[in-house]
């Protein structure tokens, strides 16, 4: 099968005019376990073809396509419905991490509420991984010594890059140089641009990295992301199968024709036991809350909401402190 027609088959995107243009670019398979909007112990394929400044990426389990746009405005990242009829769109795909600042700001003020002093209160925060001015502080290392991994009867030799973010790690990577004649092309920075507009870690963690790829560009063979938001905490697996320079349509990396975009509200009932009023999830007049399983709580009014984090914290300590059997 052809670069173009594999192109085609992997993105799904029969409808997209063929197009005489065609730029160079990266094909990169790989398996991961516990992508974004899967179960988190669920495996799936995604293709990705990157070249500089945009990225097309197909992901086999429920047939979604991504496109990054790092040439528009701020960024852009649609993500186009398995019909090919409708997309959505974010200008930096930042909600997830904007809805953990606003978590991780409430959590902090509830921590220095309740702690007795401030040595309790700073063992709170490590707990949480948090600091008291809400700073998150990433920093990047890598390790001496290579791995030796093997694709397509090829071997190749990857160096191990680390980042954390107020001490937790968050990215676990290696990275193996492009291939020969590859180095004008798009390479590690696109591929955790990806992955940080699907909300997995926070812009922090992004510009370590964007400085680090200046001087190492590669393709990350193998990679254990922590991805930590308001409704998750786990470890993202992802492993390369396959990669190659190759040509693709200039269309692959734009909308298909026709798709309309949509705007999705998610309706839920304020959490505080017994009250019945509706809140919207993107604004809720109350705020949210956050709990100790990174799950979000959405509420009607302050009042609620401070209701419900009191006694979900007298709940925890009451538990904490029953003798174990």
């Known amino acids: 099968m052809g670069d173009r027609t594999m192109l085609m088959a992997a993105l799904a995107l029969a409808a997209l005019p063929c197009c005489a243009e065609e730029i160079p670019a990266l094909r990169v398979k790989q398996e991961i376990l516990g992508f974004p909007g899967l179960e988190k112990d669920q495996t799936t394929s995604v293709v990705l073809f990157i070249a500089r400044d945009r990225l097309a ?9 991504f496109i990054v746009r790092l040439d528009e405005d701020e960024g852009r990242m649609y993500e186009i419905a398995p019909d090919r009829k409708t997309y959505s769109e974010s200008a930096d795909s930042q909600d997830r991490q904007k809805e953990r600042d606003i978590a991780d700001r409430q959590l902090i003020s509830i921590l220095r509420e309740e702690a007795k002093n401030e040595e309790e209160f700073q063992k709170a925060l490590a707990t949480h991984h948090l600091r008291a001015d809400g700073k998150r502080i990433a920093s990047i290392e890598e390790p001496e010594g290579e791995k030796e991994f093997e694709l397509d009867g090829v071997k190749y030799k990857a160096r191990q890059v680390i980042v954390t973010e107020n001490g937790r790690r968050i990215l676990d990577a290696w990275y193996a140089p492009l291939p020969a004649g590859s180095t004008d092309l798009a390479g590690q920075i696109e591929f955790y641009e990806f992955f940080r ?47 190659a320079k190759t040509m693709v349509p200039a269309a692959a990396f734009e909308l298909p024709p026709g798709a309309v975009k949509v705007e999705k509200k998610a309706i839920v009932k304020c959490a505080l036991p017994g009250c019945p009023n509706e809140v919207e999830v993107e604004a809720p007049a109350g705020g949210k809350y956050r709990d100790q399983n990174n799950r979000w709580h959405y509420f009607c009014s302050t009042e609620h909401r401070t209701r419900f984090a009191k006694d979900r914290i007298a709940k925890a300590r009451a538990e904490a402190a029953e003798p174990k059997k």
């Open 57 to 65: 990426a197909s992901q086999e389990s429920d047939k979604r396509i």
């Open 197 to 243: 507009r699907l909300g997995c870690f926070s812009d922090q963690v992004l510009a370590v990295l964007k400085s680090f790829t200046q001087d190492h560009r590669g393709i990350p063979l193998e990679a254990q992301i922590r991805v930590v938001t308001v409704t998750l905490n786990h470890v993202l697996k992802a492993r390369t199968v396959e990669f």
